[in-house]
């Protein structure tokens, strides 16, 4: 069995009567590509500053390769960083901004250039090592830094938040490269965002956090469709919530009353939970539509354009606050405008937690 990249055990980390970190754990494999996912605050940097060496923890253990490094100071840890604004010296050109680390180790000058131009090779920066930071686009100074990372032949690469400081249509694009990149190196991969987006579409797994606990740890298959607490599923992705009761439990499956309809969901987060107490339903906007039998109605407040597909936004009782949406394609749209009424179906299965409010 291969030696885990990274192992936490119960990491804690606090700042004077605040914790910004509640007794972390996580694993992330050789050549996984592991996201912290969450909001502003939510402990995601903390985790990535202590795993990186920049902070201690209070409590708990970190593991590289299967060396514990609690103590170990940053520059013995063999780590690779990328950082939000890149760092990049201004004051050295591409090739000596890329050799720095190898030349903080001792490495020979001829040994160093040839590790260089394979890492520029890598990113597809070859040709411009004698530019300055200040003669690259953003794109190209993103992956200079990334090339700079990964010279040093790292344990683990560390992303904070690197595509920040990009326009959108540019951070497609580079999301795509870095892991075509991050793949052909095979180096275990710890990713900061706050993106949902980001997360889902570049991760092996997600690790959605909040209040300094990371809440679920899977594939973003499984945070997406299968949530395991309701911050999950209201973070991660757009849901309509529908109020419900729990009509009851059978093995690992519950049943969920939502008007006339019933759903089943995961009986886990409801366990504890007696005979018809109100429960919330979640429903990816994608998996409502018109047609088959109604699971609710209401009155069309917008209809907004996305692209590949139209969001339209209702007044509607049966959902929690009184709104819901549904995702669909341009063609099922045609027609509908504020004030129409809209009937949609709804998916036989769902998320449900209980209820924050009695229905």
């Not at 950082?83 to 001829?110: D, I, T």
Request: net charge neutral; with cysteine.
């Amino acid at each position: 069995m291969a030696v885990e990249a990274l192992r936490l055990d119960g990491v804690t980390r606090r700042f004077g009567a605040v914790t910004a970190l509640h007794g972390a754990s996580l694993v992330v494999a050789p050549g996984e590509f592991v996201t912290l996912l969450g909001p502003s605050g939510c402990g995601k940097t903390t985790l990535l500053n202590l795993v990186a060496g920049f902070q201690t923890p209070d409590e708990g253990e970190i593991f590289l390769g299967g060396e514990s490094v609690t103590r170990v100071p940053v520059w013995k840890r063999d780590i690779g960083m990328v950082f939000q604004s890149y760092a990049l010296f201004p004051h050295m050109n591409v090739a000596e901004n890329v050799a720095y680390g190898l030349r903080a180790r001792g490495m020979p000058k001829v040994e160093a250039m040839g590790r260089v131009a394979e890492a520029l090779r890598m990113v597809r920066l070859s040709g411009l090592e004698d530019r300055r930071p200040r003669q690259l686009s953003g794109g190209q100074q993103q992956r200079a830094a990334l090339a700079r990372a990964l010279v040093i032949r790292p344990r683990i690469l560390l992303l904070d938040e690197p595509f920040s400081a990009l326009d959108r249509a540019l951070r497609g694009g580079l999301q795509v490269e870095v892991r075509e990149i991050q793949r052909a190196a095979g180096v275990a991969t710890l990713f900061v965002t706050h993106d949902q987006h980001e997360a889902l579409a570049m991760s092996d797994r997600i690790a959605v956090m909040s209040g300094g606990r990371i809440h679920q740890v899977g594939t973003p298959e499984e945070v997406y469709a299968r949530p395991a607490d309701r911050f999950v599923a209201g973070f991660v992705g757009d849901a309509t919530v529908l109020r419900g009761r729990l009509r009851g439990l059978m093995g690992g499956t519950a049943g969920i009353e939502v008007g006339q309809a019933v759903l089943e969901a995961d009986a886990a987060p409801l366990r504890g939970l007696s005979q018809g107490a109100p429960v919330d339903a979640f429903l990816r906007p994608e998996t409502l539509s018109p047609g088959g039998p109604a699971l609710l109605s209401g009155e069309v407040r917008s209809v907004v354009f996305q692209g590949g597909h139209v969001d339209v936004h209702l007044a509607c009782a049966e959902a929690a606050g009184g709104r819901a949406v549904a995702r669909l394609a341009p063609m099922l749209a045609s027609g509908l405008a504020a004030g129409s009424v809209l009937e949609l179906a709804g998916p036989s299965r769902c998320a449900a937690f209980p209820a924050e409010e009695p229905a």
